[in-house]
T-cell receptor
Framework: DAGVIQSPRHEVTEMGQEVTLRCKPI?????LFWYRQTMMRGLELLIY????????DSGMPEDRFSAKMPNASFSTLKIQPSEPRDSAVYFC????????????FGNGTRLTVT | GESVGLHLPTLSVQEGDNSIINCAYS??????FIWYKQESGKGPQFIID?????DKRQGQRVTVLLNKTVKHLSLQIAATQPGDSAVYFC????????????FGGGTRVLVKP
C-alpha cells in the first residue's frame, strides 16, 4: 500500500501568489483530513471530508483558504493569496469510517511564503 | 521538516531502558485515543490506539494506559532503541462524529546510546 501521497514535498512562493497542495488518500478510505503544523500552534485541523463532502471547515483560518475533494482519490488545499504567516507544514491524512479508527498521514508539504 | 515548537518537553532515556510518556486530556466525552510518533521530515505515524472502555492495551514493545478518573494517558516503550528517538503525540476524539482528532503538544524522546 502506497500510503497517503502528498505533493509537492516543498513549496517556496512569494507573498500574494496562489498555492495549491495536493493529496491522494489511501484507497478505500472515506475520510480525508487537512492539518497544519507550526512551531507555535502544533497540529491543527483545518478541514475534513467524508465521502468527498466537506463536514467541518471550522479550522480553516480565512477565506484565503479553500479545499476541494472532486473524487475519492484526490483532494486539494488552495491558498490565494498566500501570506508569510501561512508558512507551515501541511499534512493530509485519511481514515476508514465505521467507528473510531486511526488517521494515516502523508509526509506533508512544507510551505514557505516569502 | 520541523515538527513542533522549541519548547517541547523532552525525555532523555538510556538505550535499553523503558520510556514513559504522559499526556493529560480535558474532555470527559473523549472516547478514543491514539499515540503517534513523528520523525523529522515525516508525517505522524500511528503507534497504538485505545478506546475509552479499556484501561490498557499492548502492542509490540508499547503499552498504552488510560486513566479516565484523572483524564490521563500514557505510552510505555519497553527496551527503548535509538530508532525510538522522535516526537510523540497523543490525540483524542472528543466524542465527535467521524474521526476528528485533536492533538496534544508533543514530547520529544531522545535515546542516548
Amino acid at each position: 500500500d502506497a500510503g497517503v501521497i502528498q505533493s509537492p514535498r516543498h513549496e517556496v512562493t512569494e507573498m500574494g501568489q496562489e498555492v495549491t497542495l495536493r493529496c491522494k488518500p489511501i484507497s478505500g478510505h472515506d475520510y480525508l483530513f487537512w492539518y497544519r503544523q507550526t512551531m507555535m500552534r502544533g497540529l491543527e485541523l483545518l478541514i475534513y471530508f467524508n465521502n468527498n463532502v466537506p463536514i467541518d471547515d471550522s479550522g480553516m483560518p480565512e477565506d484565503r483558504f479553500s479545499a476541494k475533494m472532486p473524487n475519492a482519490s484526490f483532494s486539494t488545499l488552495k491558498i490565494q493569496p498566500s501570506e508569510p504567516r501561512d508558512s507551515a507544514v501541511y499534512f493530509c491524512a485519511s481514515s476508514l469510517s465505521g467507528g473510531r479508527s486511526p488517521l494515516h498521514f502523508g509526509n506533508g508539504t512544507r510551505l514557505t511564503v516569502t | 521538516g520541523e515538527s513542533v515548537g522549541l519548547h517541547l518537553p523532552t525525555l532523555s532515556v538510556q538505550e535499553g531502558d523503558n520510556s514513559i510518556i504522559n499526556c493529560a486530556y480535558s474532555n470527559s466525552a473523549s472516547d478514543y485515543f491514539i499515540w503517534y510518533k513523528q520523525e523529522s521530515g515525516k508525517g505522524p505515524q500511528f503507534i497504538i490506539d485505545i478506546r475509552s472502555n479499556m484501561d490498557k492495551r499492548q502492542g509490540q514493545r508499547v503499552t498504552v494506559l488510560l486513566n479516565k478518573t484523572v483524564k490521563h494517558l500514557s505510552l510505555q516503550i519497553a527496551a527503548t532503541q535509538p530508532g525510538d528517538s522522535a516526537v510523540y503525540f497523543c490525540a483524542e476524539n472528543k466524542g465527535a462524529a467521524g474521526n476528528k482528532l485533536t492533538f496534544g503538544g508533543g514530547t520529544r524522546v531522545l535515546v542516548k546510546p
